[in-house]
T-cell receptor
Framework: NAGVTQTPKFQVLKTGQSMTLQCAQD?????MSWYRQDPGMGLRLIHY???????DQGEVPNGYNVSRSTTEDFPLRLLSAAPSQTSVYFC????????????????FGAGSRLTVL | RKEVEQDPGPFNVPEGATVAFNCTYS??????FFWYRQDCRKEPKLLMS???SGNEDGRFTAQLNRASQYISLLIRDSKLSDSATYLC????????????FGAGTRLFVKA
């Protein structure tokens, strides 16, 4: 059981370039989300999805796009990379954002380290 | 004000010590609560869910006080392997479904 798979693990971009961080889960989770983690600031929610075809913004959505065409995949697109987007990005999923506490537990991918020069 | 606030630490304790972490949350509509553990350069992993009646898992005890909007984690008999960052996490279900993380409390357990 792979869980949550993120690619790439490392990426260096130049300012203005675009790229997509991939996230896939094989647990049939409804809820998927993207976070960025910066020193001293903890994890901040970028975008999330409660099911295929449904996405919504988190705390820090500017400069990022998402789509959820299937239950399994939730890619994060950087439209025009900026140095401020240098960070570690985590994708996470859970069975559901509501209901039983156990269903809300997030499973994380291993993270993607992005540097924008 | 941050939605979830934690003392950043670091907490430096000897092996065998008891250490307590506190966390406050601002949204009274918060629905579920968790403690996650994150090792250096790794992804966060669930340590334990926090139930209204309080719950214990071995050396770890979590408490929730909804009236004060306060969550705690107690670690007894600290081990070297407990060294990590502990993240307080809250689920919100108001105008969207969001899981909000505190910035984390760093723990160092020394021999």
């Amino acid at each position: 059981n792979a869980g949550v798979t993120q690619t790439p693990k490392f990426q260096v971009l130049k300012t203005g370039q675009s790229m997509t961080l991939q996230c896939a889960q094989d647990m049939n989770h409804e809820y998927m989300s993207w976070y960025r983690q910066d020193p001293g600031m903890g994890l901040r929610l970028i975008h999330y999805s409660v099911g295929a075809g449904i996405t919504d913004q988190g705390e820090v959505p500017n400069g990022y796009n998402v789509s959820r065409s299937t239950t399994e995949d939730f890619p994060l697109r950087l439209l025009s990379a900026a140095p401020s987007q240098t960070s570690v990005y985590f994708c996470a999923s859970s069975y559901s954002p509501v209901g039983r506490v156990e269903a809300n537990v997030l499973t994380f991918g291993a993270g993607s380290r992005l540097t924008v020069l | 004000r941050k939605e979830v606030e934690q003392d950043p630490g670091p907490f430096n304790v000897p092996e065998g010590a008891t250490v307590a972490f506190n966390c406050t949350y601002s949204n009274s509509a918060s629905q579920s609560f968790f403690w996650y553990r994150q090792d250096c350069r790794k992804e966060p992993k669930l340590l334990m869910s926090v139930y209204s009646s309080g719950n214990e898992d071995g050396r770890f005890t979590a408490q929730l006080n909804r009236a004060s909007q306060y969550i705690s984690l107690l670690i007894r008999d600290s081990k070297l392997s407990d060294s990590a960052t502990y993240l307080c996490v809250v689920n919100l279900n108001t105008g969207g479904f969001k899981t909000i993380f505190g910035a984390g409390t760093r723990l160092f357990v020394k021999a």
